[in-house]
């Protein structure tokens, strides 16, 4: 019994290009509606939203105030997640405001190839750089001891790795999109959902299979590794209050022991946030994927205005990421209004005179402003440091002691004063603050 196999084919390009005679005859008269400027609006502010919040997550993970709260590899991780979010940005989402308002392509057939590439290798390489920030927190929370002496000691060899991964899934994604899409025919412009170019499968099953495994595998994965990095640290958790109560002369036994539930739980905090991108990513993407699955099976054609709600949603994805980031992170939150406040609105407000009078670099607020930068670097110092000292130093109690006993051989000197006159009385040199890694 002979299968029939059924072969589709796109559209004519050349029918959806604004170039067309049917756009530029003196009887063709457009009408823009409520609906097309709202869909352009949309376009436009999202398009906005996702270059600034990814150059603001690029800027400010990198900068020097922000390393002491993270560490190399999961910087890495955000900045490539960032920079491909911030590329959908520069290359996907705003080329679908004119079309939005034309109903017709205006870039070119070439500029459309690029698109439909560039549409699918970003989407697609996004889900990977998820997959490779899950694995990460699973190594960080289950294996913390292997974790830590990689990233400690090959930090270099760690970078190279970590750089080498996300090179070769790039260029893995680019590959097999280009040989869908390059040739004639793997392409089209998508005038109800995306309002710009899509890949064009030739066969129903091409893509029910694409959506799949950019869809299934991840969501997986992801539930997979983030499932088990909070169960084991809810098992772990009884363990860590059992070896911080511990008598004070098991605490030679125990130092390492509070030390790794220390860093356990400054993981956590990190992992949490990685968690509530990865769940945004499912909550954004499950829509479309159930939209392209069923319109595959059934050959019927979405409602132009659910078509576009739902690719706009998966797209908007871009944009949730650096703020579900910003908004679970309360030291991103801190260091991006310094940032903003001094190098944006300092320098762009009042001209020069602002800039002087923001930026002075006078004797005494140079010397005020240096203090106040140190003692904020000193007090935002992890726990995990100052606990490790303060462990291998002897105790308040061991002091109290040796007072008691052998007294003071030497004179106590006053304390110190300040320029004024005035004696420093509290010195709060043991305020640390949180860290995520």
């Known amino acids: 019994m002979d299968q029939k196999v059924t072969w589709l084919t796109p559209p004519p390009f050349h029918n959806s290009s604004c170039s067309h005679p049917r756009y530029l005859s003196e009887s063709y008269v457009h009408t823009v509606t409520l609906w097309d400027l709202t869909q352009a609006l949309l376009i436009l502010l999202l398009s906005a939203g996702i270059l ?33 979010d911030l590329a959908i940005g520069l290359f996907v989402t705003p080329f679908g405001f004119l079309p939005a308002v034309y109903h017709c392509w ?49 930090l270099c060899d760690m970078c190279t790795g970590c750089v080498a ?34 890949p064009f499968f030739s066969r129903a099953s091409l893509r029910i299979l694409s959506s799949c495994l950019f869809y299934f595998p991840t969501t997986m994965i992801l539930m ?48 949490r946030t990685m968690a509530a991108m990865s769940l945004g990513f499912i909550v954004m993407v499950t829509p479309w994927t159930i939209q392209e699955v069923v319109a595959a099976c059934t050959g019927t054609k979405i409602p ?40 944006v609105f300092c320098r762009r407000k009042g001209g020069l005179t602002a800039k ?16 106040t930068a140190g003692r904020s670097d000193f007090e935002g110092l992890s726990e995990k440091y100052w606990g490790e000292i303060l462990e291998r130093t002897v105790s308040s109690n061991s002091l109290q002691t040796l007072q008691r006993v052998y007294g003071h051989p ?28």
């Open 224 to 271: 997979y590794c983030y499932g088990s990095v909070f169960h084991v640290n809810k098992l772990r958790l009884k363990r860590v209050v059992c070896s911080a109560m511990a008598p004070p002369e098991d605490i030679g036994t125990t130092g390492v022991e509070k030390l790794v539930a220390q860093e356990r739980r400054l993981s956590t905090n990190t992992s």
């Open 165 to 198: 991964v996300i090179s070769l899934t790039w260029v893995t994604s680019v590959t097999l999109f280009a040989v869908m899409v390059l040739p004639r025919g793997g392409y089209y412009f998508n005038s109800t959902g995306l309002l710009a170019c899509d």
């Open 304 to 343: 132009p205005f659910i078509d576009f709600l739902v690719t706009w949603l998966a797209l908007s994805n871009s944009f949730w990421n650096p703020f579900l980031y910003w908004l679970l992170n309360n030291h991103f939150r801190r260091i991006s209004k310094e940032i903003l406040l001094s190098k």
């Open 106 to 154: 205006p870039y070119g057939e070439i500029f459309c190839q690029i698109q439909s590439l560039l549409r699918g290798a970003l989407s697609q390489q996004s889900a990977v750089i998820l997959i490779c920030m899950a694995i990460d927190r699973y190594m960080c929370m289950l294996h913390p001891a292997r974790y830590h002496r990689h990233s400690s000691k090959k």
């Open 52 to 84: 600034g919040a990814n150059l603001l997550v690029i800027l400010v993970i990198n900068s020097r105030r922000y390393s002491k709260y993270i560490h190399a590899q999961p910087r890495y991780l955000l900045t490539s997640l960032a920079s491909n």
């Open 356 to 371: 002087a009078r923001c930026c002075s670099t006078s004797s005494s607020g140079l010397a005020t402003h240096q203090m």
């Open 410 to 437: 030497y004179p106590i000197p006053p304390p110190p004063a300040r320029p004024n006159g005035t004696i420093i009385g509290d010195m709060r040199l043991f305020e640390t603050g949180n860290m995520d890694l």
